[in-house]
């Protein structure tokens, strides 16, 4: 499995339920909080250009973003793998349980 970290607000309902569903797992996944002025959760954001959490990174063998999975309302976006820039990709999910379906699969 790739390593996955977890970029998520301290008041989201969203972000609080991955957390007590991913808990399940037995991983030891990273939870970094986007409160306040994170770097990586602004690269996040301005990769997939949306700013709604959770999101999940997945990085590659040498820690460079691979991918970045978002909630999205956007029906086109769904469960859609699309290249961002060069070699990084963005999915977007509708729900908890579709992010961590996919997190298991990787």
Request: charged share 25%; with cysteine; net charge negative.
């Amino acid at each position: 499995m790739p390593k996955v970290m977890f970029l998520v607000l301290d008041d989201c309902s969203r972000c609080k339920a991955l957390k007590n569903n991913i808990g399940f797992l037995n991983s030891s996944f990273k939870f970094y909080s986007c409160n306040g002025e994170n770097e990586l959760c602004d690269e996040a954001e301005r990769l997939v250009n949306i700013n709604s959490y959770p999101m999940a990174i997945v990085l590659d063998i040498n820690n460079n973003i691979k991918e970045v999975v978002y909630f999205t309302d956007d029906y086109n976006k769904i469960g859609k793998k699309q290249e961002v820039i060069s070699g990084v990709f963005g999915r977007g999910v509708h729900s908890i349980d579709q992010m961590i379906d996919y997190i298991i699969k990787l």
